[in-house]
């Protein structure tokens, strides 16, 4: 039987969804029985909360701001426009797949309008969601305290770009003024819940799209010839949580970087290139030579573009899109300037 797909979003209508009756009728609307608790529950857990609603945004926007639950919805689409558009900009925005969200509605129209456009998007009726906090796409394996303040993450991220947009200059100089420290640390048993959860989330930014189970991690972890290392990142705004992992295979002459991903969330902070770059610096000083395995998922190109813009060249490939990079390592390799590079005195001795 097929797994089903972990759902990251969940997109809500607003009349006779997430209030019973509608509001341009009534302003006396109220909170449909126990669903603030799921919202809350499900917040918890890291799963984010968005809206979209045919409704008139000041008002709606003022009642949800009344009933207390305004907070846990990020990039509300509140407007006249088919519902569709909503949803791609929800998923736009924050980055993740289209199948990665769940659409809920009390019109079985536009349940199907959005399905309609989005073959991949995930639906429920909204007299379902008493059953939502039990559904086993919405329980993930491990809550974790990144997982646990993922909404505000999100809500710190709207305020960089906000900042990103205002901002008159070059990126990089964008970049600069955000005063990002990023930390590399070879994981220790406190980390492979998360690094699990990175390995099952992260698509766009995986370099083979391979998912790891906890076991699997922890045995890596005290494998004499792996190094597991985990990245954070932080600035001004504050922090990332844990965005990043690597898992390199020390060979005699080579290290074979076997697994390389970044959550989508720093895809435009270069924050993939600092922990490569930390990588070929490190075998570069033990004398050795890297492999990088890649295979196509179809949704991880910026990752083969990652290799190739770090001076990868590809050795071999198969019909089933596993491409293994080469690098001599013969060229000095740098940090990007923006960003300053923290890691545990003593590290890889």
């Known amino acids: 039987m097929e797994k089903l797909k972990d759902i990251k979003c969940i997109v809500w209508d607003l009349d006779h969804t997430i209030w019973d009756g509608v ?99 995930q639906v429920l009726h909204a007299d379902q969601y008493e059953a939502m906090l039990d559904d086993p796409r919405l329980m993930p394996r491990f809550i974790t305290a990144d997982s646990a303040c993922r909404r505000q993450m999100y809500q710190a991220d709207t305020l960089r770009k906000q900042a990103e947009e205002q901002y008159e200059g070059p990126s990089e100089q964008f970049l600069a003024t955000l005063g990002m420290k990023f930390s590399i640390y070879e994981a220790t048993e406190d980390d492979l819940q998360r690094a699990e959860e990175l390995t099952v989330r992260t698509n766009q930014l995986n370099a083979t799209g391979i998912t790891y189970s906890y076991e699997e991690l922890h045995q890596l972890m005290t494998s004499q010839d792996h190094m597991l290392l985990v990245c954070e990142l932080e ?99 740098e940090f990007p300037d923006y960003i300053e590079v923290l890691v545990p005195e003593g590290q890889h001795q």
Not at 263 to 291: D, F, H, P
Not at 313 to 330: I, N, P, T
Request: proline share 2%; glycine share 6%.
């Open 23 to 121: 509001l341009l009728e009534s302003a006396d609307v109220q909170l449909k029985p126990g669903l603030k608790e799921v919202i809350e529950k499900l917040d918890q857990r890291g799963i984010l909360h968005s809206v979209a609603s045919k409704n008139d945004a000041e008002l709606a926007w003022a009642k949800l701001n009344e009933l207390g639950i305004a907070e846990y919805f990020l990039y509300p689409e509140i407007h006249w426009d088919a519902k569709s558009v909503s949803v791609q900009r929800i998923q736009q925005n924050i980055n993740i797949g289209m199948d990665a969200i769940l659409f809920v509605d009390d019109q079985p129209f536009e349940l199907e309008e959005v399905q309609s456009v989005h073959a991949d998007i």
């Open 235 to 333: 600035d001004k705004y504050g922090t990332y949580g844990k965005i990043g992992l690597a898992l390199i295979h020390m060979q005699q002459k080579v290290w074979r970087l076997n697994m390389l991903l970044m959550s989508c969330r720093v895809m435009s902070r270069g924050a993939g290139s600092v922990l490569l770059t930390y990588i070929m610096r490190e075998a570069q000083k033990q004398g050795k030579q890297m492999l990088a395995d890649f295979r196509d998922t179809g949704r991880n190109r910026m990752m083969n573009i990652s290799y190739r813009f770090a001076g990868f060249k590809q050795q071999s490939a198969d019909q089933e899109g596993r491409v293994l990079f080469y690098h001599d390592l013969q060229q000095a390799v």
